[in-house]
């Protein structure tokens, strides 16, 4: 029970997105799994001590969990425990004193610019809605940066091709303007003929099939991968958040400025958004490395 309004609290108080909430929501069933040798009718938090986390940490480890994943169910028990000392009295904190897991930045993975114009050019069908609706998804994703949260929940009314522009409800329910080009304009326009022939006008712009049924987050994954698979992407992931990645990079490389792409990509904090200047330096020192004859000499 306590799991469970911890879990209400953080979707409905904090408004924490969709797959924070389901990481969150396993990893304490997860815990209380092994808390409890499966008798989860006997869990307890308050009779839990900071060595009895650490031994189910140390089990994680030796199953062979990444770093970044233990780390954030440590993030977990955290939340869970100061969850129940601010508002269920409970007076110890075991998770306190546990130490998060050192994990290396990773650099974002992005598409570079002749991938991806190669999968936006290639040839789709504009009479079928399936071909059209995915080809859209793709562009979209790229042309706004926008996360795959905010695509699925996108709605008609807020895709505004007389203005060209887009209001998305991010993280914390926190609403921004993302302004498009022309091209996914006419796309737009093409879609919406497709669907409202199939089904009449819906309240969400992405539809899944002619039943009219609303996108899905694994529906969208599955487009995004099977689209950057075709287009034979070198990408090490291929999902939404890498069209995301591209977007800000590209961006970046030509010339947009740091603050501009933080306020697209809907980022706090400025900080989040600088990760993606270690990409574009990391582009320009490989151009100067293959261009510049001093810097093909040895020792160059």
Request: aromatic residues 8%; positive net charge; glycine residues 4%.
């Given at each position: 029970m306590l799991i469970n309004s911890f879990i209400t609290y953080i979707r409905c108080e904090l408004n924490l997105s969709v797959h924070t909430v389901s990481s969150y929501k396993h990893d304490l069933e997860q815990w209380r799994e092994y808390a409890t040798g499966?008798?989860?009718?006997?869990?307890?938090?308050?009779?839990?001590?900071?060595?009895?986390?650490?031994?189910?940490?140390?089990?994680?480890?030796?199953?062979?969990?990444?770093?970044?994943?233990?780390?954030?169910?440590?993030?977990?028990?955290?939340?869970?425990?100061?969850?129940?000392?601010?508002y269920h009295g409970v007076k110890i904190n075991p998770a306190s004193e546990l130490q998060l897991a050192r994990v290396e930045k990773d650099l974002p993975i992005y598409i570079r610019p002749s991938e991806t114009q190669t999968m936006l050019d290639a040839s789709w069908d504009n009479e079928d809605f399936i071909d059209t609706r995915d080809h859209l998804i793709m562009l979209m994703f790229y042309s706004t940066g926008m996360r795959c949260s905010e695509?699925?929940?996108?709605?008609?009314?807020?895709?505004?091709?007389?203005?060209?522009?887009?209001?998305?409800?991010?993280?914390?329910?926190?609403?921004?303007?993302?302004?498009?080009?022309?091209e996914m304009c006419e796309i737009i326009n093409r879609y919406r003929i497709l669907r409202d022939d199939l089904v009449g006008y819906t309240p969400e712009l992405f539809f899944t099939r002619p039943t009219g049924e609303p996108?899905?987050?694994?529906l969208i994954y599955n487009i995004v991968h099977r689209k950057l698979n075709e287009a034979n992407t070198h990408a090490s992931r291929q999902s939404p958040h890498v069209l995301r990645h591209?977007?800000?990079?590209?961006m970046l490389n030509n010339g947009a400025d740091l603050n501009a792409v933080q306020q697209l990509l809907?980022?706090?904090?400025?900080?989040?958004?600088?990760?993606?200047?270690?990409?574009t330096y990391r582009e320009l020192k490989l151009n100067y490395q293959h261009a510049h004859p001093r810097a093909l000499k040895k020792g160059g």
């Open positions: 499966g008798k989860i009718e006997t869990f307890n938090p308050c009779d839990m001590a900071t060595n009895d986390l650490r031994l189910w940490i140390s089990h994680l480890a030796t199953e062979g969990n990444a770093p970044r994943t233990i780390r954030r169910k440590v993030q977990s028990l955290r939340a869970f425990y100061q969850y129940l000392n601010r695509l699925e929940t996108l709605t008609d009314v807020n895709v505004d091709c007389t203005r060209s522009e887009l209001k998305v409800l991010g993280k914390r329910n926190k609403e921004r303007i993302i302004p498009f080009g022309s996108m899905y987050r694994k591209s977007f800000a990079t590209d809907g980022h706090q904090s400025l900080a989040t958004t600088q990760v993606y200047t270690h990409i």
